[in-house]
């Protein structure tokens, strides 16, 4: 089975190093066969990157973000910037799809295992280094009623009302009662 090619990119050496080192002391504790590659410049990029199957771009923070998210509380330098501007401009060039990862240091690492994940099959899928740590932001989301907290009350009610209109039965006044009743609980 081939390592998923993965090219890590982005304009702040310091932020990539730190983020490539994180991402690929993950990668080897999951298991999963990724080969990473980091460029900070255009100058760096892989001739190949057309052949990687999947390209992160570590995006820059602004100065004020960068006081509430991380510990890299700096201006962002001009330099900075038009090296991120032509790293996205490269790729934009080569009609190459890119992911930009903001955040957190942990955030930035955590959409990259995600998309990294993403491309994976289902039989290189072994539980990432941070599944299973009781984190219920990954479980769907379950509809509540606002009054009584029954997820299938409101929905019986409209159902029922839209059913009666599209079958054409009169009892309008039924209708009317049911939904005023059900708005005054």
Known sequence: ???????????????????AAALDEALKASDWQALLVVAADVATLPADLASFGLVLLAGLQSPASSLFLDSH???LEPAQEAADQSIRAALAHGA????????????????????VQSLLTPAQIRPSPKAGSGNTKNQPWVWM????????????????LLSQRSTGKSGGNMENKQFVSFMNR
């Open 73 to 75: 509380a700096s201006t």
């Open 96 to 115: 190459l799809a890119y992911r930009v990862l903001y955040g957190t240091p942990d955030e930035r690492l955590a959409h990259a295992l995600h998309a």
């Open 1 to 19: 089975m081939a390592a998923l090619k993965v090219a890590l990119l982005g304009a702040s050496r310091t932020q990539l190093s730190e983020l």
């Open 145 to 160: 009623c606002d009054k009584c907290s029954d997820p299938q009350c409101e929905h019986k009610l409209l159902t029922a």
